[in-house]
């Protein structure tokens, strides 16, 4: 019996390793606003964000991702850090080149490397624990707020869909009305319905087909 037992624990354990750990936009705990979605008001109530430079940043959208962003700000190195502090878009920790990581403000070359070094991530735990060898728990939250992993379309639960950025209740339905999907081309034709193309293409970041 207790060979069964012990049997029966292995199994259940295989199982749980080999399920795939959800991944997810990481949590936004200091009101930091999506470039692709502030007001002009939310823009200028930013550090160093005049009328000008809101009305730029909102002419250059949408931004497939923060290098395109940060060639539309006109400010030192400096200051764009602290821009970016409240304003910028969730990288792809599994993607992200080094000159994109290196905008998540006060992540620096060491960061970088450790960004790269632990790829591919299959979810924000594994982030959160391979990260917290080098920098205290904070921290570990405070860079969260700038990355995320790309959630499985068909698969994902509620509460990981509404992590995207922007995404409200209705579209949740939306998201989960037409699965199971079979190509990202089917996800930009039925959420293409709701949305404009423009949409589309923001929320398609976040999301993946197996």
Same mark, same amino acid.
């Given at each position: 019996?207790?060979?069964?037992?012990?049997?029966?624990?292995?199994?259940?354990?295989?199982?749980?390793?080999?399920?795939?750990?959800?991944?997810?936009?990481?949590?936004?705990?200091?009101?930091?606003?999506?470039?692709?979605?502030?007001?002009?008001?939310?823009?200028?109530?930013?550090?160093?964000?005049?009328?000008?430079?809101?009305?730029?940043?909102?002419?250059?959208?949408?931004?497939?991702?923060?290098?395109?962003?940060?060639?539309?700000?006109?400010?030192?190195?400096?200051?764009? /850090?602290?821009?970016?502090? #409240?304003?910028?878009? *969730?990288?792809?920790?599994?993607?992200?080149? &080094?000159? !994109? +990581?290196?905008?998540?403000?006060?992540?620096?070359?060491?960061?970088?490397?450790?960004?790269?070094?632990?790829?591919?991530?299959?979810?924000?735990?594994?982030?959160?624990?391979?990260?917290?060898?080098?920098?205290?728990?904070?921290?570990?939250?405070?860079?969260?707020?700038?990355?995320?992993?790309?959630?499985?379309?068909?698969?994902?639960?509620?509460?990981?869909?509404?992590?995207?950025?922007?995404?409200?209740?209705? /579209?949740?339905?939306?998201? #989960?009305?037409?699965? *199971?999907?079979?190509?990202?081309?089917?996800? &930009?034709? !039925? +959420?293409?319905?709701?949305?404009?193309?423009?949409?589309?293409?923001?929320?398609?970041?976040?999301?993946?087909?197996?």
């Amino acid at each position: 019996m207790k060979r069964v037992l012990t049997s029966i624990a292995a199994m259940v354990l295989l199982a749980g390793l080999t399920q795939p750990v959800s991944a997810q936009v990481g949590k936004n705990n200091s009101g930091i606003i999506d470039p692709n979605l502030a007001t002009k008001e939310q823009l200028m109530a930013l550090p160093l964000v005049d009328a000008a430079l809101a009305d730029a940043i909102i002419k250059g959208r949408p931004y497939a991702d923060m290098l395109e962003l940060d060639r539309v700000i006109p400010l030192n190195a400096q200051q764009k /850090m602290e821009v970016y502090r #409240k304003l910028f878009m *969730p990288i792809n920790l599994n993607t992200a080149s &080094r000159p !994109e +990581i290196l905008l998540v403000p006060g992540a620096g070359t060491r960061m970088a490397r450790e960004f790269a070094e632990y790829r591919p991530y299959d979810g924000l735990p594994r982030f959160r624990r391979e990260i917290g060898k080098y920098v205290d728990a904070a921290e570990v939250a405070r860079l969260e707020q700038y990355v995320f992993l790309p959630i499985d379309l068909n698969t994902a639960s509620d509460a990981d869909i509404l992590t995207i950025p922007g995404l409200g209740s209705r /579209m949740l339905h939306e998201f #989960k009305e037409y699965r *199971p999907y079979r190509s990202i081309e089917q996800f &930009r034709r !039925e +959420i293409g319905k709701y949305v404009s193309k423009d949409e589309v293409a923001r929320l398609e970041r976040y999301v993946f087909i197996k």
